[in-house]
């Protein structure tokens, strides 16, 4: 069965500095998405970064990139230079399978940004 | 385009009264979700549909949660009777089929607070 797990409940960064949010998953099908989203206050999901499980290189978006480990399923946010905008929650989603559209999401992790 | 449309954003009820909660997604998105968030967790997915077809209702409380999306465009989440654990953020969502990485657009949410 799928699971995602994120370990960390809270983190703290400090501000321009990187930071690592965990993630891993578990799953039996060979083709499947992952997914960051990000979670501020006010409560809107914002999509953050994809990995394809076929993908051969690490995603990267702006400040955000992915730390793909597919054999130790993992699939780690990394933010640059962190603002203090980027304080929120983030999620890591799977969906399996190519035209599933089945998503699961993490408990997520809340990210704290200090100036 | 326009983004995945929600109402209503609050709402407060008593234990054991019905709400309503409807949901228009992005045009041509043929699958939609309804997910539930309760504080501090991530979403868990109560149902989705394909068109106006039901592809998993697996997690749906079947005794008091129902959904329909009878012309295949918006949706309609009823919850009757409520219960204090019903109180949430209900997030619908909606994916293009066949997208290259098939990232889940999110409504604002309908925050249901049971008193």
């Known amino acids: 069965a799928q699971k995602i797990t994120q370990t960390q409940p809270g983190m703290f960064v400090q501000e321009k500095e990187a930071v690592t949010l965990d993630c891993t998953y578990d799953t039996s099908d060979p083709s499947y998405g992952l997914f960051w989203y990000k979670q501020p206050s006010s409560g809107e999901m914002i999509f953050l970064i994809y990995q394809g499980s076929y993908d051969q290189q690490n995603a990267t978006e702006g400040r955000y990139s992915l730390n793909f480990q597919k054999a130790r399923k993992s699939a780690n946010l990394v933010i640059s230079a962190s603002q203090l905008g980027d304080s929120a929650m983030y999620f890591c989603?799977?969906?399996?399978?190519?035209?599933?559209?089945?998503?699961?999401f993490g408990t997520g992790t809340r990210l704290k940004v200090l100036a | 385009e326009a983004g995945v449309a929600q109402s209503p954003r609050y709402k407060i009820i008593e234990k054991r009264q019905s709400v309503a909660f409807w949901c228009n997604p992005i045009?041509?998105?043929?699958?939609l979700y309804w997910y539930q968030q309760i504080l501090g967790q991530g979403p868990k997915l109560l149902i989705q549909?394909?068109?106006?077809?039901?592809?998993?209702d697996s997690q749906l409380p079947k005794d008091r949660f129902s959904a329909e999306r009878l012309k295949g465009v918006d949706s309609t989440l009823k919850i009757q009777p409520a219960k204090l654990e019903d109180s949430a953020v209900y997030l619908c969502?909606?994916?293009?089929?066949?997208?290259?990485?098939?990232?889940?657009?999110f409504g604002e949410g309908s925050r249901l607070t049971v008193l």
């Open positions: 989603a799977m969906r399996e399978g190519p035209g599933t559209y089945k998503y699961i």
């Open positions: 549909f394909q068109n106006n077809g039901v592809v998993d």
């Open positions: 045009s041509g998105h043929a699958t």
């Open positions: 969502a909606s994916v293009r089929d066949r997208a290259n990485t098939g990232e889940l657009f």
